[in-house]
């Protein structure tokens, strides 16, 4: 089945660091979302991404999709202590509907 | 607003217990999911449904059932509850989903802690 795998698994990094993340498919993604999930709290919806090479800004938070459609990171400039928490990436699984989610990578900043 | 609502937040069950894990969203949304989080393992899809009386299997169904009579609720059933599914139970929801897959925002319950003795 369709597996996406993300790296690193955990990151720490001093305040004002950057941080990038890298979410790889092993099939072809029309689409991939990003999600942040704060320690004990639920995943929260940040971005999609759907073209080719598609690059968009949030803020310090920049994400991109391959241009095979195969991958996709998540790069933080100048982290914050509200960035820490775990994000995952997640693409449409085989039979399209069904979202399957990244392994996370657990981010921990310190001031 | 409430969004996606799940019962109860903590639950401890012995082996062998069955148990029901609720899931309401009052959002009109077709698309429901179930997943569960256990650690370096991320979510993974137990089971989801695209409407009322429509349900379907994701990546890690066995020991789960799941019915959907109505658009809002969506429950998840532990038929025999076994240690290997002690965890974190979170039920999702979304309004876009088509051909091409999920295509909108999840949702998120702020999920349901799950502990088998």
């Known amino acids: 089945g369709q597996q996406v795998m993300q790296i690193p698994q955990y990151q720490h990094v001093q305040e004002g660091e950057d941080f990038t993340t890298y979410c790889n498919s092993s099939?072809?993604?029309?689409?991939i979302q990003w999600y942040k999930q704060r320690p004990g709290g639920h995943p929260v919806f940040l971005i999609q991404?759907?073209?080719?090479?598609e690059v968009k800004k949030q803020k310090r938070l920049t994400f991109q999709f391959g241009e095979a459609k195969k991958n996709s990171s998540l790069h933080i400039t100048a982290t914050q202590t509200t960035d820490v928490g775990t994000y995952f990436c997640?693409?449409?699984?085989?039979?399209?509907?069904?979202?399957?989610f990244g392994t996370g990578t657990r981010l921990l900043v310190s001031p | 607003n409430a969004g996606v609502t799940q019962t109860p937040k903590f639950q401890v069950l012995k082996t062998g217990q069955s148990m029901t894990l609720q899931c309401a969203q009052d959002?009109?949304?077709?698309?429901m999911s179930w997943y569960r989080q256990d650690p370096g393992m991320g979510l993974r899809l137990i089971h989801y449904?695209?409407?009322?009386?429509?349900?379907d299997q994701g990546e890690v169904p066995n020991g789960y059932n799941v019915s959907r009579s109505t658009t809002e609720d969506f429950p998840l059933r532990l038929l025999s509850a076994a240690p290997s599914q002690t965890s974190v139970y979170f039920c999702?929801?979304?309004?876009?989903?088509?051909?091409?897959?999920?295509?909108?925002?999840?949702?998120f319950g702020e999920g349901s802690r799950l502990t088998v003795l």
């Open positions: 999702a929801s979304t309004l876009g989903y088509g051909t091409s897959g999920v295509e909108g925002e999840l949702f």
């Open positions: 099939t072809t993604l029309s689409n």
């Open positions: 991404l759907v073209k080719s090479g």
């Open positions: 997640a693409g449409p699984g085989t039979g399209f509907q069904k979202l399957v």
């Open positions: 959002m009109n949304h077709e698309y």
């Open positions: 449904s695209v409407g009322a009386g429509i349900t």
